[in-house]
């Protein structure tokens, strides 16, 4: 029974904990099968943008990524699946001697559609993701199609609550500014004639 009640409790304080947390701009590290850096920014309430700068491990390219991505709560806020897409563009780093491989000259910077779909987790000021992220180059680059896939760990620069804090704080000085505040203005004195 003292087991059972423990597990309860501990349970609803993680779940009360995790749900209390959200981020509106996260950044950090992807590691996978191209590492490199990766910056979510919430851009609505259940939609993201991600910008991931990469290098691979499997190809001589670097390739910067732009995804916007649908965000589905599981259980809490805090834990979520998500799906997506966006464009990527790559640039070729391979020197054009380096036996058994095309010629610099003969490759083009790769440029395409990439998919996006994982899920992830958010702990206190951190983000953890684990994603499959398919990528599909309708020019240039080594191959046709990769496939991608990595955990990020990223820190939560602005969370949702110091947001929309500020977000209220900026109405009320706009209302404040307008005159919206207790301002009655002439109407209240009807025995005067208006002109």
Same mark, same amino acid.
């Given at each position: 029974?003292? %087991?059972?009640?423990? *597990?309860? !409790?501990?349970? @609803?304080?993680?779940?009360?904990? +995790? #749900?209390?947390?959200?981020? /509106?701009?996260?950044?950090?590290?992807?590691?996978?099968?191209?590492?490199?850096?990766?910056?979510?920014? %919430?851009?609505?309430? *259940?939609? !993201?943008?991600? @910008?991931?700068?990469?290098?691979? +491990? #499997?190809?001589?390219?670097? /390739?910067?990524?732009?995804?916007?991505?649908?965000?589905?709560?599981?259980?809490?806020?805090?834990?979520?699946?998500?799906?997506?897409?966006?464009?990527?563009?790559?640039?070729?780093?391979?020197?054009?001697?380096?036996?058994?491989? /095309?010629?610099?000259?003969?490759?083009?910077?790769?440029?395409?559609?990439?998919?996006?779909?994982?899920?992830?987790?958010?702990?206190?000021?951190?983000?953890?993701?684990?994603?499959?992220?398919?990528?599909?180059?309708?020019?240039?680059?080594?191959?046709?199609?990769?496939?991608?896939?990595?955990?990020?760990?990223?820190?939560?620069?602005?969370?949702?609550?110091?947001?929309?804090?500020?977000?209220?704080?900026?109405?009320?000085?706009?209302?404040?500014?307008?005159?919206?505040?207790?301002?009655?203005?002439?109407?209240?004195?009807?025995?005067?004639?208006?002109?």
């Amino acid at each position: 029974m003292f %087991r059972k009640l423990c *597990s309860l !409790t501990l349970f @609803l304080f993680v779940a009360m904990a +995790l #749900q209390a947390q959200s981020y /509106m701009t996260a950044v950090g590290l992807r590691m996978g099968t191209d590492w490199g850096l990766t910056a979510k920014q %919430r851009l609505a309430k *259940s939609t !993201t943008g991600e @910008l991931i700068f990469q290098s691979s +491990l #499997q190809r001589e390219e670097l /390739m910067l990524t732009a995804l916007v991505e649908q965000h589905y709560p599981l259980v809490f806020r805090g834990l979520n699946i998500y799906i997506g897409g966006g464009l990527h563009k790559g640039w070729i780093n391979s020197p054009a001697n380096a036996p058994n491989e /095309m010629p610099q000259t003969m490759l083009k910077d790769p440029f395409g559609l990439s998919f996006i779909g994982g899920a992830e987790l958010t702990l206190g000021k951190f983000n953890i993701s684990y994603d499959f992220k398919p990528a599909f180059n309708i020019a240039g680059g080594e191959k046709r199609f990769y496939y991608q896939t990595g955990i990020s760990v990223r820190y939560i620069l602005v969370t949702n609550k110091v947001y929309k804090k500020k977000q209220r704080e900026k109405r009320r000085e706009q209302r404040r500014k307008d005159g919206k505040g207790i301002h009655l203005g002439d109407d209240w004195m009807f025995w005067k004639k208006k002109s």
